[in-house]
C-alpha cells in the first residue's frame, strides 16, 4: 500500500456541487498538507494542519476547507465547486522539511 | 512574504551535467529543499540544504548560499529518466512553498 493514499484519483463536477477530497497516511506523521497545482504555477499551499487539533490556512484557503479526523486522515472540501477550481490536487504529510514531504499521487480535479 | 525564482526550462544531452538555479526572497531562512516530479507523477523530495555548501547524493548534488539567498541543483551524468520538472522550495510558517519549477529536458 501507498504511503500516502488520495481518493479519487479523477473526479469530474459540476459547478455549485460540494466536493471532497480525502487523503489518508500510514507514516505515522503528525503533519499533513494539501497543495494545489496548475500548469506553470508550481505547488500552491491551501491548507495544512500540524496534529489533529491544529489547522492553518495557506496561500489560496479562499472556497476550500478541511478537516483532520484523525492522525491519518486528512480530507479537503471544496463547498462550492466553480471552473477555477479545476487542477491536480495532492496531498502531502512529513515529520519535518529537512527530512521531506511524502506525496499521494494526486487528485485531478475538473469543474464543468 | 517570500518567492522563489527558478527558470522554467533546461535542455541538456543524455550524459552531461545540467545546472538548476534558484533565487529566494524570505523574511527568515530556514533551509531550501529540491524535488523531482514527472509528468503525472507526485513530487518527490531530493535534498535539503540548511547551511552554506553542497550536498551530494549519488549523481545528484544540492548546494546553497544563505548571504547570496541562491542555491543550485547539480544533475550529473544525465540519463533519460531525468527528464522531469524540479522545483526548489522554503518554508513559511512551517509549510513549504514552491517555486514554480524548472523542466529539464534531456535529449539522445
Known amino acids: 500500500d501507498a504511503d500516502v493514499t488520495q481518493t479519487p484519483r479523477n473526479r469530474i463536477t459540476k459547478t455549485g456541487k460540494r466536493i471532497m477530497l480525502e487523503c489518508s497516511q500510514t507514516k505515522g506523521h503528525d503533519r499533513m498538507y494539501w497543495y494545489r497545482q496548475d500548469p506553470g504555477l508550481g505547488l500552491r499551499l491551501i491548507y495544512y494542519s500540524f496534529d489533529v487539533k491544529d489547522i492553518n490556512k495557506g496561500e489560496i484557503s479562499d472556497g476550500y476547507s478541511v478537516s483532520r479526523q484523525a492522525q491519518a486522515k486528512f480530507s479537503l472540501s471544496l463547498e462550492s465547486a466553480i471552473p477555477n477550481q479545476t487542477a491536480l490536487y495532492f496531498c502531502?504529510?512529513?515529520?519535518?522539511?529537512?527530512?521531506?514531504?511524502?506525496f499521494g499521487s494526486g487528485t485531478r480535479l475538473t469543474v464543468v | 512574504g517570500q518567492s522563489l525564482e527558478q527558470p522554467s526550462e533546461v535542455t541538456a544531452v543524455e550524459g552531461a551535467i545540467v545546472q538548476i538555479n534558484c533565487t529566494y526572497q524570505?523574511?527568515?531562512?530556514?533551509?531550501l529543499s529540491w524535488y523531482q516530479q514527472h509528468d503525472g507523477g507526485a513530487p518527490t523530495f531530493l535534498s535539503y540544504?540548511?547551511?552554506?555548501g553542497l550536498e551530494e547524493t549519488g549523481r545528484f548534488s544540492s548546494f546553497l548560499s544563505r548571504s547570496d539567498s541562491y542555491g543550485y541543483l547539480l544533475l550529473q551524468e544525465l540519463q533519460m529518466k531525468d527528464s522531469a520538472s524540479y522545483f526548489c522550495a522554503v518554508p513559511l510558517r512551517g509549510a513549504l512553498t514552491f517555486g514554480s519549477g524548472t523542466r529539464l529536458q534531456v535529449q539522445p
Open positions: 540544504n540548511a547551511l552554506d
Open positions: 524570505t523574511s527568515g531562512f530556514y533551509g
Open positions: 502531502a504529510t512529513s515529520v519535518g522539511q529537512e527530512y521531506g514531504y511524502t
